[in-house]
């Protein structure tokens, strides 16, 4: 079975985590660029409010994206992505969030959804997880490792985004750590799932990403940078980088879809391939 297959839902073609959801009480997609109203891209699907798009486009094609999953834009969550390792536990029953480990107890959050609303956005929260049944967790990316957690015995979830930066932050690690701290999560019956994102096949960097990689994987770097056939540049592999941070963790099983974001840029969005003037994906995790 492949991790990730394509689906087309009412015209929106999908990627859906197969790996996850054959598990059951689970469902797990990554957006495709076509089959949304983004003029900029024909008929995009972009997800971000800072790439050109009207504000009422961006809320019609996150509509669509959720409405293949049964869901309502006020059913889902996103976070404010700042390439940071801060993960946080949400729970929008009554609508609130807590931050793992913190003792400040819930915190109110305005309910912005309703209809014609649009997805409640966690500021400064590169990684998200809850418990709750029929909450859908988003992060938005082109290029960036969209990384997602189950645990199909306590039932819980996570979506971590994980660009280099992130990455060697640890922020894997830390939203297993949270699932275990908030949730009682045995990261042993966690699956991870990686999602599409730029692969070590297009990834190239330079010494101010090699040398933080370096320093946080040490010995194991050298596995995860390949010389490139430009000098002092590398090609560094994210999706290796991610699974040896997760299996650190304890997590069970991690699969990996091995779609690369650049590689196919005519059905995905590509930060990198399409030199910056890219839409945002969406990677989304929910539990029914
Ligand atoms: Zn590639």
């Not at 949304?36 to 891209?41: M, T």
């Amino acid at each position: 079975m492949s991790v990730a297959t394509w689906a087309e839902h009412e015209g929106v073609p999908v990627l859906r985590l197969r790996a996850l959801e054959a598990l059951g009480g689970v469902r797990a997609i990554f957006t495709g660029r076509r089959g949304g109203v983004s003029p900029r891209w024909g008929d995009g699907l972009n997800w971000s409010l800072s790439v050109g798009d009207r504000p009422e486009q961006v809320r019609e094609n996150r509509r669509r994206t959720l409405a293949i999953l049964g869901l309502d834009p006020g059913d889902a969550v996103m976070g404010g992505l700042v390439h940071g390792d801060r993960v946080v536990a949400v729970d929008n029953e009554p609508q609130g969030i807590r931050k793992p480990g913190g003792s400040g107890g819930a915190q109110a959050m305005p309910k912005s959804d309703g209809p014609g609303g649009d997805v409640q956005v966690i500021p400064n929260a590169d990684g998200l997880i809850t418990d709750r049944r029929g909450l859908a967790l988003v992060i938005t990316a082109a290029d960036c490792v969209p990384v997602y957690l189950y645990d199909p015995v306590r039932r819980v979830i996570g979506m971590v985004h994980a660009g280099w930066r992130g990455t060697v932050a640890g922020i894997a690690a830390a939203a297993v750590r949270a699932m275990q701290a908030h949730y009682g999560c045995d990261p042993a019956d966690i699956h991870a799932a990686i999602g599409p994102s730029i692969g070590p096949c297009c990834y190239e960097v330079d010494e101010p990403v090699a040398g933080p990689v370096r320093r946080h994987y040490g010995a194991q770097a050298s596995a995860l940078l390949r010389p490139a056939t430009r000098d002092g540049r590398y090609m560094l592999d994210l999706w290796a980088a991610n699974r040896l941070d997760l299996a650190s963790a304890g997590v069970g099983q991690v699969y990996t879809a091995a779609v690369c974001t650049a590689c196919q840029r005519d059905r995905l969005f590509s930060h990198r391939a399409e030199a910056g003037g890219a839409g945002r994906a969406a990677a989304i995790i929910v539990m029914c």
